[in-house]
T-cell receptor, first 112, second 116 residues
Framework: GNSVTQMEGPVTLSEEAFLTINCTYT??????LFWYVQYPGEGLQLLLK?????DKGSNKGFEATYRKETTSFHLEKGSVQVSDSAVYFC???????????FGQGTRLTINP | DTGVSQDPRHKITKRGQNVTFRCDPI?????LYWYRQTLGQGPEFLTY????????KSRLLSDRFSAERPKGSFSTLEIQRTEQGDSAMYLC??????????????FGDGTRLSIL
């Protein structure tokens, strides 16, 4: 079946630290991959996406590269800010299907 | 820029009661989705519509759940005879079908349901 596994949280970092949140997937066919972010009390916001192997999605200083050989889509940011504190979800969408399959989420807290 | 709107934001009800949630998608989006998110977990797909047609339903959607999108615009999700296990955040999302199938889904802020 299709599934997403994310690194377990919570993750706590200091401001300006380097961030990596690991995400690996299992999928039939070739999925599109997404990172969504959920700030406290809000719904999910699309952070970035990649639709094929070796694509790099980027937004707001975050990046993730679609690695077909390792079935991974790790999220990275070079220098985090307090405002990046949120829950981050990795998700996949199988081409031709319509349901997003999400990982369990990783809670990130950035301390000043 | 009007996003996906959900109403109410919070609903508290007693076990056994019926509840109905509403979702207004982004106006030009043809597809509308419902997901359920329990505490500490990622959202799980419930169902989706393309225009007014309900094209897929998850096995999570028991016969106590019904969703409609009568005119292909807003949608309602009704839960009958609510149970403790129905307590969750119910998320609505919408997307367009222009271009490739993998158009991103845009989410509302959700309706949080608490069953007493």
């Amino acid at each position: 079946g299709n599934s997403v596994t994310q690194m377990e949280g919570p993750v706590t970092l200091s401001e300006e630290a380097f961030l990596t949140i690991n995400c690996t997937y299992t999928a039939t066919g070739y999925p599109s991959l997404f990172w969504y972010v959920q700030y406290p009390g809000e719904g999910l916001q699309l952070l970035l996406k990649a639709t094929k192997a070796d694509d790099k999605g980027s937004n707001k200083g975050f990046e993730a590269t679609y690695r077909k050989e390792t079935t991974s889509f790790h999220l990275e940011k070079g220098s985090v800010q307090v405002s990046d504190s949120a829950v981050y979800f990795c998700a996949l969408l199988i081409q031709g299907a319509q349901k997003l399959v999400f990982g369990q989420g990783t809670r990130l807290t950035i301390n000043p | 820029d009007t996003g996906v709107s959900q109403d109410p934001r919070h609903k508290i009800t007693k076990r056994g009661q019926n509840v109905t949630f509403r979702c207004d998608p982004i106006s030009e989006h043809n597809r509308l989705y419902w997901y359920r998110q329990t505490l500490g977990q990622g959202p799980e797909f419930l169902t989706y519509f393309q225009n007014e047609a309900q094209l897929e339903k998850s096995r999570l959607l028991s016969d106590r759940f019904s969703a409609e999108r009568p005119k292909g615009s807003f949608s309602t999700l009704e839960i009958q005879r609510t149970e403790q296990g129905d307590s969750a955040m119910y998320l609505c999302a919408s997307s367009s079908i222009q271009g490739a199938n993998n158009q991103p889904q845009h989410f509302g802020d959700g309706t949080r349901l608490s069953i007493l």
